[in-house]
């Protein structure tokens, strides 16, 4: 009977399970540290998307200045908005047709939207002749058969010409992201991000 009975308590002890006290502290815990991550979770997911919008961009834009120099001919890159966000794509320069599906794009994402000229709290200041070292314009990009950016009107593309292109990423806490593409009159391709400070690579 004794030996019987220390193996029930034995057997019993190995399938105890946590106390409610300990289940309160381990929950608070969690919360704490979720109050914490989730927000910082949540800014880095946003931040990521920028980025990744701006990649595609960028890549868009080599793309756009290849075309020009293999084809021997002005080609052009148009911002449009569409069901899943800001668009961009290629043309030739004297297409002014809208997008159809045998443009090259690059989607930008639902929380970005595009903004000429950056306004708001949080907004970064305006990058211009100090910073970039050339006046920027922020219309349509256009590359001509040298691969060298200009603006085209009635047959003709005006160069060299330097271009920025500026982007918000909304959050749902704190103050929106800010990223930036620009087109030096050379024709080299940067991508930006603001730190709320200042512009970076």
Known sequence: MYKGHMRFRIRSGKHAGFSLVEMLVVLAIVMCISAYAVPNFMVAIANFRLRSGMSSLSSLLQNCRMLAIKQNKNYSVHFT?????????????????????????AQLGAPVTMNQNPSGTGAPTLMDNSFLGFDPLTS?????????????????????????????????????????????????????????????N
């Open 81 to 105: 908005v569409m069901g899943n966000g800001p668009v961009a794509y290629v043309k030739l320069s004297s297409d002014s047709s809208s997008i159809n599906n045998s443009d090259p794009t």
């Open 140 to 200: 349509d990009a256009s590359f001509n058969p040298r691969g060298i950016p200009c603006t085209y009107s009635s047959g003709s593309c005006t160069a060299p010409k330097g271009f920025v292109f500026y982007f918000r990423g909304a959050r749902p806490l704190g103050t929106d992201g800010w990223s930036a593409v620009t087109i030096s009159p050379a024709g080299h391709v940067k991508t930006w991000m603001w730190d709320g400070a200042r512009w970076s």
